[in-house]
């Protein structure tokens, strides 16, 4: 079993500005796509942004222009680079990660969320 580890969350205000990290540890993993999600209570879960390793990513309406997903392979992590934050971002934040260990796809991981509130 493999649970990416998240850090990066926090308390704010609206305005400023966050990085989400999301690092799945274990050899010989790649990560194949990565993707964002928020949920806050009483609502459902929503993607927030996604990639896969190439150069396609998906993000959004709500949070286009202003938040911006990436990866670091060296170190199999992904970030959540979130700008220009709002009460409405307010919400646990969880990335998932598709991974390969060696040429053998081993499934979908979630991280264990991380909360990020926006005063106003």
């Known amino acids: 079993q493999v649970q990416p580890v998240e850090s990066g969350g926090g308390a704010v205000q609206a305005g400023d500005s966050l990085t989400l990290s999301c690092a799945a540890s274990?050899?010989?993993?790649?990560?194949?796509?990565m993707g964002w999600y928020r949920q806050a209570p009483g609502k459902q879960r929503e993607l927030v942004a996604a990639?896969?390793?190439?150069?396609?990513?998906n993000n959004a309406d709500s949070v286009k222009g202003r938040f911006t997903i990436s990866r670091d392979n060296a170190k199999n992590t992904v970030y959540l680079q979130m700008n220009s934050l709002t009460p409405e971002d307010t919400a646990v934040y969880y990335c998932?990660?598709?991974?390969?260990?060696?040429?053998?796809?081993?499934?979908?991981?979630w991280g264990q969320g991380t909360q990020v509130t926006v005063s106003s």
């Open positions: 998932n990660l598709k991974l390969i260990m060696g040429q053998v796809p081993i499934g979908d991981y």
């Open positions: 274990g050899s010989n993993l790649r990560i194949v796509t």
């Open positions: 990639s896969t390793s190439g150069s396609s990513t």
